[in-house]
Nanobody
């Protein structure tokens, strides 16, 4: 089992920044992919960004150039630096962990609201 604990969400004005963190604990394999997804009200959960244990990254087109995903493999923590936030970035952000055996875990979600 893997437990994921997210933090860092909140209310921010358009153009502002937030940094999300997700700490993983439990049966962590050294080879894995961690990432962030988001779900706005009435919409499906969509990929935001992923990062492998080798630090290869992938971003949704909508966040490229504004968001940066990174990780600390010693702390088993993944971060999402979000800059130039827009109202359409408002959503619940979920941390995701996929093991080398394709077992998937989700965090409980953290709310990000971009509004003036």
């Amino acid at each position: 089992q893997v437990q994921l604990v997210e933090s860092g969400g909140g209310l921010v004005q358009p153009g502002g920044s937030l940094r999300l963190s997700c700490a993983a604990s439990g049966s962590i394999f050294s080879i894995n992919t961690m990432g962030w997804y988001r779900q706005a009200p009435g919409k499906q959960r969509d990929l935001v960004a992923t990062i492998t244990s080798g630090r290869s990254t992938h971003y949704a087109d909508s966040v490229k150039g504004r968001f940066t995903i990174s990780r600390d493999n010693v702390k088993n923590t993944v971060y999402l630096q979000m800059n130039s936030l827009k109202p359409e970035d408002t959503a619940v952000y979920y941390c995701n962990y996929v093991s080398r055996f394709q077992t998937t875990y989700w965090g409980q979600g953290t709310q990000v609201t971009v509004s003036s």
